[in-house]
């Protein structure tokens, strides 16, 4: 498990409660990692999950980069339909997608994933295509012209 967040020293404490600890590991101890560290874990991940939600006051995540990054490293992804993750994860083409709080699909498809790895490989090289595409910086460029034109 990789980042810092408020829930670092509950969570690290529900490990352990439920033995886990020996294989269980939270990258960091709850700091934020070099983003030379982050990129060396890509490296030798199989499956990227993120188990995003949106919050009752309604914040919620918009394209998170880590999708992004996990896309560009060609890494599968189960995700939940959190935000805007829909918008670059696409269920069943650049990954899988659960319903936000439901733990039992989200190792469902987990499993599926590791049971399944030349379907992952797929979802990968498709996600991989989808992060190039929404993020082309010439389509990018010409899209923020157009705009900026329309405030003319």
């Not at 020293?9 to 101890?29: C, H, M």
């Not at 700091?31 to 060396?40: A, C, H, R, T, Y």
């Not at 595409?133 to 034109?149: A, G, Y």
């Amino acid at each position: 498990i990789g980042g810092p967040g408020p829930l670092y020293k509950e969570l690290k404490e529900l490990i352990f409660e439920k033995g886990g600890d020996d294989t269980v590991k939270i990258i960091g101890k709850g700091k934020p990692l070099k983003f030379s560290k982050v990129l060396g874990y890509y490296r030798i991940t199989d499956i990227y999950a993120f188990p995003s939600i949106d919050l009752s006051s309604g914040d919620a995540d918009g394209i998170a980069n880590v999708l992004a990054e996990a896309s560009a490293f060609k890494i599968p992804v189960v995700a939940t339909d959190a935000g805007s993750t829909l918008e670059l994860i696409k269920n069943n083409e650049t990954g899988l997608i659960v319903d936000q709080k439901n733990s039992n699909a989200l190792a469902d498809a987990l499993e599926f994933l590791i049971k399944n790895p030349n379907t992952g490989k797929t979802f990968g090289e498709n996600a991989y295509k989808r992060v190039q595409q929404v993020f082309d910086l010439n389509t990018n460029v010409v899209e923020i012209e157009r705009l900026l034109n329309l405030w003319e």
